[in-house]
């Protein structure tokens, strides 16, 4: 099992690009979220999705786009970057719930100039 | 704005020495679960408190839920160099779906 897996791991973006954060897991789990890290912020849900074809939104959804057209996928899209969301990106999953254990993927760091 | 605060925001300490990390709600907390990032790597779950009071152990670790489920701790004893890192406590306010992120504590240890 790959467990968690996070396409690209670095991307560096200009002002008023878009794109697409892949994120996949083959554990067969109901519950997906998408999270940035910024330094002495800890982590901060973005959006979140308890199975194919819902999604929700976290804490900071704004300037942000998710779909789950599927179990294992749930892509995160940039629309519009800005230099706000310089940050690293995180994609989790977990059983059927937050109550279960989250098993994080290992990271995008995004720099938008 | 960030509903789960933690302090000490850092924290170092020599080899052998005690560590402990506060995770504070300003609402009350369904479940606790704590994670460990290594530097430059991914938060891994290390355990999830649910009960109030719960206390749980992990060899050196001690893990407590308070009472009131606002607060947690996590207790390290005899910190070793494969402590380092940055240790987060993430719990669900307000039911529902939303797993919330403290702002974490960064350990270093020193030999």
């Known amino acids: 099992n790959a467990g968690v897996t996070q396409t690209p791991k670095f991307q560096v973006l200009k002002t008023g690009q878009s794109m697409t954060l892949q994120c996949a897991q083959d554990?067969?789990?109901?519950?997906m979220s998408w999270y940035r890290q910024d330094p002495g912020m800890g982590l901060r849900l973005i959006h979140y999705?308890?199975?194919?074809?819902?999604?929700d939104q976290g804490e900071v959804p704004n300037g942000y786009n998710v779909s789950r057209s599927t179990t294992e996928d749930f892509p995160l899209r940039l629309l519009s970057a800005a230099p706000s969301q310089t940050s690293v990106y995180f994609c989790?999953?977990?059983?059927?719930?937050?109550?279960?254990?989250?098993?994080f993927g290992p990271g995008t760091r995004l720099t938008v100039l | 704005g960030q509903q789960v605060m933690q302090i000490p925001q850092y924290q170092h300490v020599q080899e052998g020495e005690d560590f402990t990390t506060y995770c504070n709600s300003s609402t009350t907390l369904s479940n606790i679960q704590w994670y460990k990032q290594r530097p430059g790597g991914h938060p891994v779950f290390l355990i999830q408190l649910v009960k109030s009071g719960e206390v749980k152990k992990q060899k050196r670790l001690t893990f407590q839920f308070g009472e009131a489920k606002k607060n947690s701790s996590l207790h390290i004893t005899a910190t070793q160099t494969t402590d380092v890192g940055t240790y987060f406590c993430?719990?669900?306010?307000?039911?529902?779906?939303?797993?919330?992120f403290g702002t974490g504590t960064q350990l270093k240890v020193e030999l």
């Open positions: 993430a719990g669900i306010t307000g039911g529902g779906n939303k797993l919330t």
């Open positions: 989790a999953s977990g059983g059927t719930g937050p109550y279960n254990e989250q098993f």
């Open positions: 554990m067969n789990h109901e519950y």
């Open positions: 999705s308890v199975g194919a074809g819902i999604t």
